[in-house]
């Protein structure tokens, strides 16, 4: 799915938008959900929601499902 957006959070405001079935991503205080971990082009997982983000940037939902 392509989504605009120059941080993590605008683009995560767009898939909500676009896709309401995934649910809530961010939290009340505009946190990413605890549910849910952002990785950048499959290299780094993402803490900060704010960072600019790189022409062409890829970001990968993942659930943070634990298990045992």
Do not use: K, W, Y
Not at 23 to 45: Q, V
């Amino acid at each position: 799915m392509a989504a605009e957006g120059n941080t993590p959070r605008e683009v995560l405001r767009h898939v909500m938008c676009d896709c309401p079935a995934v649910g809530n991503l961010l939290t009340d205080d505009r946190r990413l959900s605890p549910h849910c971990l952002l990785s950048l082009n499959g290299e780094r997982f993402l803490d900060d929601l704010d960072e600019r983000l790189p022409d062409g940037a890829q970001l990968l939902i993942l659930s943070a499902d634990a298990g045992g």
